[in-house]
């Protein structure tokens, strides 16, 4: 199968196969039958090229490593657990947010909390306008999926309305260049927030309220993969959400 995502992190860095293969001094056709064969580089290249791509070797060739190695660095991506998110140290939100040097990323149905948080808003204006990359998914108020959670967690239409006062409260940010806001109808096992390889994990429980369900802080480890099953999601529904006007 061809490799897709060494292929997208070329395309998305600008980059052509030339000049990966010139950085890490092997042959473009070499590089070809990587893409277009899926065959997996010695482990000296594979490091080379997600070194210089600024990407994991687990997630461009996820099979290459030995499954015992992987759990283990797996393991090792496991800060903390927190029981429920309001145990969570309130300015944990804003460190988090705080470190990001390249890209920020909310998934959420509500995450009401952040929107009313003005420090916050203000972290990620900030960093917008310093180059990183701010991308806000909420869910789509008027979709089934909303109303649907909504019921799950005992609040029916309370769901849907504490989304669109999240919208409300964000419209300062909705007029920050390089803060992206759009709407899903996924259903969603859990919450994704992301500041670079970090991220805060707020987990989905049927029958209970978001704030009294537990979060996982990671980060990622060379070699895991739980980070990357994270992020991966994180852009699927990305990718098939709709763009905000203005955001």
């Known amino acids: ?19 990966l293969a010139e950085a890490i001094g092997v042959d473009q056709k070499t590089i070809e039958r990587w893409i277009t064969l899926g065959r997996t580089p010695y482990r000296r290249h594979r490091y080379a090229a ?20 992987v759990t283990h660095a797996s393991g090792s991506e496991l800060v903390t657990i927190y029981p429920h998110r309001w145990s969570v140290p309130r300015d944990a939100w804003g460190r988090l947010f705080a470190t990001a ?15 009313e948080d003005a420090g916050v808003q203000q972290i990620l204006a900030d ?8 991308r806000i998914l909420l869910g789509d108020p008027d979709s089934e999926q909303v109303a649907q959670r909504g019921e799950d967690e005992g609040v029916g239409d309370a769901q849907a ?20 806001f759009r709407l899903h109808e996924t259903v969603l096992y859990n919450s994704i927030y992301r500041a670079d ?3 805060l994990i707020n987990t989905h429980v049927y029958g209970v309220t978001a704030p009294h369900a537990p979060v996982w802080h ?18 699927r529904v990305w990718e098939g959400a709709t763009p905000l006007p203005g955001g």
């Open 1 to 19: 199968m061809a490799n897709e995502r060494l292929r997208a992190a070329l395309l998305e860095r600008g980059m052509t196969i030339a000049t």
């Open 50 to 69: 997600a070194s210089h791509l600024g990407l994991d070797e687990t997630y461009l060739w996820p099979d290459a490593l030995p499954q015992e190695q």
């Open 101 to 115: 040097q390249h890209e920020i990323g909310v998934l959420v149905y509500s995450g009401l909390f952040l929107a």
């Open 127 to 134: 960093k917008a306008r310093a180059g990183v990359r701010v």
């Open 161 to 180: 309305a504490k989304i669109k006062n999240a919208l409300v409260l964000y419209k300062p940010l909705l007029r920050v260049e390089s803060v992206e």
């Open 197 to 199: 390889d970090q991220l």
């Open 218 to 235: 990671l980060r990622k480890v060379a070699g895991g993969d739980i980070v990357n099953t994270y992020l991966d999601s994180f852009d």
